[in-house]
């Protein structure tokens, strides 16, 4: 009995990346060379839909940075979704993030002037704190770790411009593919 149970895990394991390669192949079809395809931070929402961060290789053959990317599961197919920019808020509705978006956006022309921090994206399976701010520190990228009711949450800065923290959040999306908002210090969130 035992051993049918590992077995059946096996198979539903393997169901599930075949699954996930299937959909990096519909997700490399959108870059310039979808061979170059590298893929970072790839999770699973409560809904089946599979989100991540991916990039490739440009015709000059280096790696373009990071962009995020939702597949919509929907009768057993994906619907692939792409993100433009920085802050592209119907991926950080499925993927995580959407609220905190929403806040930044409110405050986004009120003066900072305690700094600007840049906040990682806390979506669901996002990983362990520990690794996010490994892959940080092995980057380079100094951060530190704020708890806010009772969850750490993974920040940068303050910087004492806007320009900075947004320079700030290209380079971790660029190094890591790593999903932030750029908000105020010390506001509410």
């Not at 996930?20 to 970072?40: I, S, Y």
């Not at 000059?60 to 920085?86: F, N, P, T």
């Not at 951060?143 to 940068?156: A, N, Q």
Request: net charge negative; glycine share 12%.
């Amino acid at each position: 009995m035992r051993k049918l149970a590992v077995v059946m895990a096996v198979l539903a394991l393997a169901g599930c990346n075949n699954e996930v390669e299937g959909v990096h192949k519909q997700v490399a079809e959108h870059l310039n060379n979808p061979k170059t395809a590298k893929f970072a931070n790839v999770r699973f929402d409560t809904n089946g839909s599979i989100c991540g961060q991916v990039r490739g290789k440009d015709d000059a053959g280096q790696y373009e940075a990071y962009r995020s990317y939702v597949a919509i599961k929907h009768d057993g197919q994906y619907d692939i979704l792409m993100g433009g920019g920085a802050n592209d808020l119907r991926i950080r509705e499925i993927c995580g993030g959407a609220d905190l978006q929403r806040r930044a956006d409110e405050l986004a022309d009120q003066p900072a002037p305690e700094g600007w921090d840049v906040e990682v994206i806390q979506g669901p399976n996002m990983g362990a704190l520990t690794d996010m701010t490994a892959r940080l520190i092995e980057k380079g990228i100094p951060s530190w770790v704020e708890y806010r009711d009772g969850k750490p949450v993974v920040l940068m800065g303050p910087f004492p411009g806007k320009p900075e923290a947004q320079a700030r959040q290209a380079e971790v999306m660029a190094k890591l593919g790593t999903d932030s908002i750029v908000i105020q210090h010390g506001v509410k969130r």
